[in-house]
């Protein structure tokens, strides 16, 4: 399961769906790969602002979102994000 993760990522989420979602997920131990943005006209952001959008639940035991695994990081520059979009491809399986 990809999480994308960007300034908006939990904003909409008023009813608890994509929670909801990702506490089933990390309950049935569906691996959860994280995807952070940091494009600007993406929507990106620092990865701290994460902290204070998350809801709680998701952060503390025994969900931990952000402790199962380093989120791969999406730049606004071409070349990095095509390194970052290969990295993902390496989580999926791929061979470097």
């Not at 993406?42 to 979102?65: A, S, V, W």
């Not at 695994?69 to 994000?81: F, K, M, Q, S, T």
């Amino acid at each position: 399961m990809f999480l994308y993760l960007n300034q908006e990522v939990f904003e909409h989420d008023v009813e608890g769906l994509l929670t909801g979602m990702l506490k089933r997920a990390i309950d049935q131990g569906i691996e959860i790969i994280l995807l952070h943005e940091l494009d600007p006209e993406r929507k990106g952001c620092e990865f701290d602002n994460f902290f204070h959008q998350t809801p709680m639940e998701l952060l503390e035991e025994p969900y931990k979102i952000y402790s199962r695994g380093i989120a791969v990081p999406l730049h606004g520059y071409e070349d990095y994000r095509e390194i970052g979009l290969k990295r993902l491809l390496c989580k999926l399986g791929a061979e470097d």
